[in-house]
């Protein structure tokens, strides 16, 4: 990953986003291969027509971390409205397990920032969440603080 500032005609900016979000009720769709192929081949394409440029992107069984590079224009609220918003279209057409469901995510969604330090950190995370990597005990104590406030999201949102 390049920490390159991007410049458009009126801003220069380095603008990285580490998103966390989840399927609805939990569920554990990303276990099939191909949905989870495609879900990823998805979010991909999307980020391409708008944009943004994918850092990493790795899904669990159920749920997705996407760190995604993005131009000030766009919000992290917007970006993850077109996400979810045309992938659950997408894949409930394709897949009849998917379209039995009201919606594919959950409102809610976990987003922080990163600068040029701790981007390639995040990176890493994100492509091995076993934290097996991580370069010291603070590091896990911050992504432990990260996890818990997005668990503590999912039950307000639950609400």
């Known amino acids: 990953m390049k920490n390159e500032y991007r410049h458009t005609h009126t801003t220069v900016s380095l603008i990285n986003y580490h998103f966390v979000f ?15 192929n495609r879900f990823q081949e998805l979010v991909r394409e999307i980020c391409q027509e ?3 440029q994918v850092i990493a992107l790795e899904t669990d069984k159920d749920h997705c971390h996407l ?9 992290p609220s ?13 894949l409930r057409d394709e897949f009849t397990v998917l379209s039995r469901m009201p919606s594919v995510w959950t409102r809610s969604f ?5 600068g040029n330090v701790s981007s390639e950190t995040i ?3 994100v492509e091995s ?24 999201v999912l039950e307000l949102a639950a609400r």
């Open 67 to 75: 760190f995604v590079n993005a131009l000030p224009t766009d919000s």
């Open 78 to 90: 917007s970006i993850m409205k077109t996400i979810k918003g045309k992938s659950s279209r997408i």
């Open 22 to 36: 989840c399927p609805r009720y939990r569920r554990k769709i990303f276990v099939d291969t191909t949905t989870d």
């Open 50 to 52: 708008n944009d943004w």
């Open 129 to 152: 969440p076993q934290n097996e990597d991580l370069p010291n005990s603070s590091t896990k104590t911050i992504f432990r603080t990260i996890f818990w406030l997005f668990t503590l």
């Open 110 to 114: 976990f987003v922080s920032t990163a």
């Open 123 to 125: 990176k890493r995370y």
